[in-house]
């Protein structure tokens, strides 16, 4: 399944190289290949014929999660067009490897092979890992937020479960409505490991230890989420969580 997923992506890498937007992007692409290259050189200039999104003066007119993922792909590979479609790509074959995994713990080889098939053929996957844009880095982050949990289903893991939250914290900088499935996610935690029974003599603190896993997630998401709402207050002087 991997094979096949790269050579689908290649395949179509190689015939978006010819695409006129592709070192010159348009839309949000555009804003997100500004915002992140002027991150990585300091040169916060607008580009021709676009006004100013006085991204350092005001809250997040959008979410930031991506274009500091993007500055750190040019950070350390260069300003170069193809190398976040490739990093993208990347992430492509690591979400089918995890969907794998994911299935293969949930229902064994043929759900396995399923999800693998699914995330690896589906054709929005490949096409979006070639454009400056987000899902690629979403679908990412929420793998790995389930495999993280997952890894903590049997026993209590705060490896997997601080994984998790931080992967959860990032989709929400990236994409904030999905704070609605990391507070569910973190609702399931707190069901999975709630104690079964209270003794009598520490009733107040056995309960509340039975509830450590998901304050663990959620501490983790929060790491976050916590430095863009302050930095907000701040730039903005009202409370804006996300963008």
């Known amino acids: 399944m991997l094979l096949a997923a790269a050579a689908v992506r290649l395949a179509y890498l ?22 992140a290259r002027a991150l990585v050189t ?4 607008p580009p021709d014929g676009a ?37 993208q790509m990347a992430l492509g074959l690591l979400t089918v490897l995890l969907a794998g995994g994911i299935g293969w713990k949930m229902y064994g ?17 490949p096409f979006f890992e070639g454009e400056l844009n987000s899902p690629a880095l979403e679908c990412f982050c929420f793998a790995v937020m389930i495999a993280g949990l997952l890894q903590s289903h049997n026993r209590y893991a705060r490896g997997g479960l601080a994984l998790a939250g931080l992967a959860g914290g990032w989709l929400i900088i990236t994409r904030p409505n999905a704070a609605l499935p990391v507070l569910l996610a973190a609702g399931w935690v707190a069901w999975r490991f709630r104690p079964k029974t ?7 603190a056995d309960f509340l230890s039975g509830f450590r896993p998901a304050f663990v997630f959620l501490a983790a998401a929060l790491l976050c989420v916590l430095p863009v709402v302050v930095r907000n207050r701040i730039v903005g002087g009202e409370w804006t969580p996300v963008s």
């Open 14 to 35: 190689e015939q978006v190289r010819s695409a006129p937007d592709f070192a010159a992007p348009v839309l949000d692409p555009q804003l997100n290949d500004y915002w």
């Open 109 to 125: 080889p043929w759900g396995a092979g399923t999800a693998a098939g699914l995330l690896a053929f589906t054709w929005p996957m």
């Open 198 to 204: 209270v003794p009598q003599n520490r009733p107040v």
């Open 42 to 45: 300091g040169d916060w200039t």
């Open 51 to 87: 006004n100013d999104p006085m991204i350092r003066s005001t809250p997040y007119g959008r979410p930031p999660g991506y274009p500091w993922f993007l500055a750190g792909i040019y950070r350390v590979f260069g300003l170069h067009p193809l190398t976040p479609r490739l990093a």
